[in-house]
């Protein structure tokens, strides 16, 4: 009987006490809070990276097309399947990592086009005009990404404060257009004029 009770009185000793629990649980949940946030981070940014490496082979494709047909596929993404028949230039058109969710986008004419997709991490170069189901927000076209920020506005040739166009007015320096003042050697003695009528002077006769 005492060795019984010697032994509940053991295992009391060793449990947790409601504090700790709470403080273990706590901090579990923070640190798998802390993993799902970084996870999902790391998914984003890898369906991003497919969708540029998408984008970026479908791109490659229609300027394989156009140099052989010296036009653009015209139409809306469905219009690209002339990439993937006959003359094969895509083995398949590729899918959104997260359709229905999110598509690609295509809009082209003989001349030009557009390809867009939407990045979940919010990294693209700006809206450009195509739904990829929402807004796209990384384009390309056939120079490459389209970069849709504003252009800073250049500095005018003239300098700060000048108009382009206008040349600024030149300040004209001190004694610019005007006779120069003649200055007097102090070192040279002033001759000073004799009085009279202008005449040489009278000699005198010196005597003998």
């Known amino acids: 009987m005492l060795i019984f009770l010697f032994q509940i009185s ?13 403080v273990v649980t706590t901090i579990i949940v923070l640190m798998t809070a802390t993993a799902a946030v970084s996870y999902s981070s790391f998914l984003k940014q890898s369906r991003d990276a497919r969708r540029k490496s998408d984008i970026e082979q479908v791109r490659a494709a229609i300027e394989m097309y ?8 015209v139409g809306d993404w469905s219009s690209l399947g002339v990439l ?5 230039y895509l083995q398949s058109l590729p899918v959104d990592p997260r359709s229905p ?4 986008y295509y809009s082209g004419s003989a001349a030009d086009y557009t390809l867009g997709s939407y990045l979940e991490t919010g990294a693209g170069t700006g809206t450009c005009g195509g739904s990829c189901t929402v807004s796209c927000n990384y384009c390309a076209g056939p120079y490459g990404v389209i970069a849709n920020e504003a252009a800073p506005n250049p500095t005018p040739s003239g300098g700060a404060g000048v ?12 004694g610019m257009g005007t006779e ?5 050697d102090p070192k040279i ?3 000073t004029p004799t009085t009279g009528t202008g ?8 005597p003998i």
């Open 101 to 104: 969710t999110y598509s690609y």
């Open 84 to 88: 993937t028949s006959g003359t094969v």
């Open 163 to 174: 108009p382009s166009g206008e040349m600024p007015t030149p300040t004209p320096t001190s």
């Open 66 to 73: 156009r140099s052989n047909n010296d036009t653009y596929p």
């Open 10 to 22: 053991n295992n009391m000793n060793k449990s947790f006490t409601l504090v700790e629990i709470l």
């Open 180 to 184: 120069p003042t003649p200055t007097v």
């Open 189 to 191: 003695p002033t001759a």
């Open 199 to 206: 005449f040489p002077p009278t000699p005198t006769n010196s």
